[in-house]
């Protein structure tokens, strides 16, 4: 009774031992859309290359941490089961083994089987582990075992159905499904003595452990191997691992077993502490059936589930808190209490423990920040101040808005940042007893002091305050420090101190206050070691944390020297809360908030970053080695392959052609386009957050453009031939047609000559005909002139007849005086008709046109008309027309009428227009 009791008691006590961990080790999922794969995962092994390769059903998947591979077998078979050794990967597959290796970027399949009947019509064999044992290869199926020695394959038949074989200690063990174990000897095989109990049961490992051999059974749990027999694994864990399904198990560095089952994920336990992690669906896994374990070089799970992948980094330095139920919610501060943890976030204050959240009374609400004070907690809400103590929540304050709680380096003083202006608490034995700072009452979010009486306020939007009190802390002057500095930019100002120093992040910039000039200045000492940085959170005096361009450093600082260790970005991102960074120290380690959970940190961790690197590039789809030749216009993918998939996997960048800037390298890829041809180089770099180290470098030429090659060279050379060969034929042609022309064209020109000359002599006699008439048309104009005057001397002659008459008297004297001034002045009727004529011929085209114009015109009209347009007067033109000078003027009336003319319009202007 006794001792029944005393087992009872150790079981209990194991029992409170192992209970789950909340905090878990970092897992990256891989689903089939990232691989473009199948869905099972039989097998995963890492080659001497540092890829992962798997066995996924009708694919050989190959990963570098880069980019997936996936290839399949010539006869299309599912791969069940992988080896690896050297360069060579083995697989196996239905009725099918042989290896892979790798040549030129790509796979390629070799098949040991081709063309030999080992498998039997009937059996439906498969593949389902490969193992080498005593110098040879075993490839193990359902019914058969294959042995290869390189040259030949011998065949070993069972006669009953095999799950799987395990070697330990030199010897080979073949787990049968129904009939238990049996140890080979040779060709014989034989049940060892005591190990009934496994029979009606299938065995899914055999692993040894500190000189004691495991037995890991589907649905019995786990035994030992004694001299006797087998004997249960004397562990709690044991019978909840019954009902799990055991696929498969192995222990691991670190004193660890890791043991994949069918419904319930991996267990992880630790044989030191006997406590163990379980990983799942219902935290970070995808599926909850492992098939197969693999490891890197790293010591990190490689799981092979039953849809996809998962990478378990177990011995990462990082430990992770997940809340997949959305209970919590946005995680601002955590802190660890001898229950659990003690979490707040935008849903409010929570104590965790034994695996379950318990939301604190009056709590609900956005939760800032948790401060530990003794054995206190102290709690800034959105409602006010809490203190948390061994489970028990009290109310300190109801100022609303409790940021941050800092306590002064120079005495127990804490402040606290809220909504409305600054607390202090100056007595820690009363903490509901607290003063405010007055003439502040705006949002502050960080408050330090290292002075007496004087602090340093920053606000939650612009600027930073120098607060000068009294030994009461009351307000005795509150200077603006950055509007007297004339910073322009002081928004989100940060206050950090270290070492009992004071320093203000302001706009990406170091700043310290010079009390002699009262202005801020530059440090020259972070400012020239902690560069674009964007946040800084203290741990303790010689450890803080940086944010930089997006990713999380840990700074160890010894001396004026800064030991960098970068967390890389893939633990946290998109889960930081910006602006918000809190660290909580327990021990040797520190908490750091999350969107949905925490992270667990070994407060000396150094992150020792990989530098050996594999540089493959390529184009089109194919590999090109170091120095080599592309062609022109093509697409360049240079992947950077580190061979690392855990925590010291380099931070790198690069730079092209000996750029200035340095480029981050994105998912181990490079993606370069359109380079102009001629030589390039990239050198890649590992950054640890204060300066780059080189670490390799890949150099290739582009070649010139199709267009510049030396095909087409000569094509243009016999192009520009040809086209000067026809250019000078054409010249030719062209010249000989041009003389043609020119012959023609002379011929031309001579014709247009002797007709111009032709013209010209036309035109001259016309000219000369002209001369002619218009001599004869003077001659006419002199013998009308000569007229007019003889018609002028018979005016003249009659004026002296009638003068005649009037003087005298004798009869026979005037009869005499008057024949005698007849006979003078005597016109011939003849010469008149010529006068007429001509004067007809000289204003033929007058009178043509004036009778056009005015047909009702008498031939007397026109003659008044020509007169008139001579510019004869009335007196001249009445001997004229035989017709007194009345008679013209009467005649000029008529005439005014017939040509429509006014008073105003005079009548020999109008003629000369005709």
Request: glycine share 6%; charged share 25%.
């Amino acid at each position: 009774m006794k001792s029944i009791l005393l087992k009872l008691l150790f079981f209990l006590f194991i029992a409170s031992q192992i209970q789950a961990q909340e905090l878990l080790p970092f897992v990256e999922n891989y689903s089939k859309s990232d691989y473009q794969g199948d869905n099972q995962i039989w097998n995963v092994a890492q080659g001497k290359d540092n890829a992962m390769y798997f066995a996924n059903n009708h694919y050989l998947l190959r990963y570098d941490g880069v980019i997936w591979e996936k290839y399949t077998l010539p006869n299309k078979t599912i791969i069940r089961s992988i080896l690896i050794e050297g360069d060579k990967i083995y697989s196996g597959s239905y009725k099918e083994f042989g290896y892979w290796y790798r040549k030129q970027g790509k796979m390629h399949y070799v098949s040991i089987t081709k063309n030999l009947r080992l498998f039997d019509e009937k059996d439906n064999e498969e593949i389902w582990k490969i193992f080498r044992f005593n110098g040879s290869l075993y490839f193990q199926s359902f019914n058969d075992v294959f042995i290869y020695n390189g040259k030949t394959i011998k065949k070993i038949k069972f006669p009953f159905l095999i799950s799987y074989c395990f070697f330990i200690d030199k010897n080979l063990y073949v787990a049968s499904v129904q009939d238990g174990i049996f140890k080979m000897n040779g060709k014989r095989i034989a049940n060892p003595k005591g190990w009934n109990i496994l029979k009606n049961t299938v065995v899914h490992a055999i692993e040894k452990y500190k000189n004691e051999t495991y037995i890991f059974t589907q649905k019995k749990g786990v035994f030992i191997v004694e001299k006797k027999g087998l004997r249960p694994w004397n562990n709690p864990l044991n019978e909840t691992l019954k009902s799990t399904t055991i696929n498969v198990a192995k222990f691991i560095k670190g004193d660890k077993l890791i043991i994949g089952t069918g419904n319930k994920g991996v267990i992880i336990l630790d044989l030191n502490s006997n406590l163990y992690k379980n990983i799942d669906r219902n935290n970070v896994l995808m599926n909850n059936s492992i098939l197969s374990i693999g490891f890197d070089k790293e010591d990190d799970l490689w799981l092979g589930l039953d849809n996809g992948i998962a990478h378990v980094e177990v011995n990462s330095p990082i430990s992770f808190f997940y809340d997949n139920s959305g209970i919590l919610g946005s995680v601002y501060s955590v802190a660890t209490t001898n229950k659990g943890y003690l979490i707040a976030s935008n849903h409010g204050i929570f104590e965790f423990g034994s695996g379950r959240f318990n939301m604190l009374p009056n709590t609900q609400g956005q939760g800032w920040n948790i401060t530990k004070i003794g054995t206190k907690y102290i709690i800034g809400h959105n409602d006010g101040t809490f203190s948390y103590d061994n489970g028990s929540l009290s109310k300190i304050n109801g100022a609303s808005g409790g940021w941050n709680l800092s306590k002064s380096s120079i005495n127990n003083t804490y402040f606290q940042s809220t909504y409305s202006g600054i607390l202090v608490y100056d007595d820690l034995y009363n903490l509901s007893h607290y003063k405010i700072i007055k003439d502040l009452a705006k949002p502050i979010k960080y408050v330090a002091q290292n002075k007496k009486n004087e602090i340093w306020a920053a606000d939650n939007y612009r600027g930073l305050y120098r607060v000068l009190l009294d030994d009461d802390y009351k307000t005795k002057k509150i200077e603006n420090v950055t509007q007297q500095s004339k910073i322009k930019n002081d928004f989100g100002i940060k206050i950090f101190e270290f070492r009992k120093e004071i320093l203000f992040l302001i706009d990406n910039s170091w700043y310290t206050y010079n009390s002699i000039t009262n202005k801020l200045e530059e440090n020259e000492l972070f400012n020239a070691n902690f560069r674009n940085v964007s946040d800084v959170v203290a741990i303790d005096e010689d450890h803080f944390m940086v944010l930089q361009n997006g990713i999380l450093y840990h700074i160890y600082a010894t001396g004026n020297k800064f030991v960098w260790n970068i967390i890389q970005e893939k633990y946290y991102k998109g889960k930081l809360i910006n602006e918000n960074l809190r660290i909580f120290k327990n021990d040797n380690h520190y908490l750091l908030n999350l969107d949905d959970g925490f992270i667990s940190l070994q407060l000396k961790y150094e992150n020792k970053q990989h530098k050996a690197l594999r540089v493959e590039g390529f184009s089109d789809n194919v590999l090109i080695a170091d120095n080599s030749k592309i062609k022109f216009n093509k697409e360049l993918k240079i992947n950077v392959i580190s061979g690392m998939y855990g925590a010291s996997k380099p931070n790198l960048f690069y730079k092209l052609n000996k750029s200035k800037d340095f480029t981050p390298i994105s998912d181990g890829v490079i993606l370069l386009n359109n380079l102009s041809s001629g030589y390039h180089s990239i050198v890649i770099y590992k950054h640890d957050g204060a300066s780059y180290e080189k670490v390799e470098d890949f150099s290739f030429k582009v070649a010139q453009p199709w267009y510049f090659s030396l095909w087409m060279i000569l094509l243009y050379l016999f192009v520009i031939a040809a086209v000067l060969f026809l250019y000078y034929k054409w010249n030719k042609l062209r010249y000989t047609q041009k003389l043609k022309l020119q012959a023609e064209e002379l011929k031309h020109q001579r014709e247009i000559l002797e007709m111009e000359l032709k013209a010209e002599n036309e035109l001259n006699v016309q000219e000369y005909e002209k001369h002619i008439l218009e001599l004869e048309l003077q001659t006419k104009s002199s013998e009308v002139a000569g007229k007019s005057l003889s018609i002028a001397k018979q005016s003249e002659m009659i004026e002296n007849i009638q003068n005649i008459l009037d003087s005298e008297k004798d009869f026979n004297k005037l009869k005499s005086e008057i024949k005698k001034a007849i006979k003078i002045n005597e016109v011939n009727k003849h010469e008149w008709e010529i006068f007429e004529t001509n004067l007809n011929q000289i204003h033929n085209e007058f009178i043509i046109n004036l009778t056009k114009k005015f047909p009702s015109l008498t031939p007397k009209d026109i003659k008044l008309c020509v007169y008139l347009k001579m510019n004869l007067s009335s007196k001249e033109i009445a001997p004229l027309m035989n017709i007194s000078f009345r008679g013209v003027e009467l005649h000029r009336y008529r005439l005014r009428k017939k040509l429509n003319l006014n008073q105003d319009e005079n009548l020999s202007k109008f003629l000369l227009t005709v």
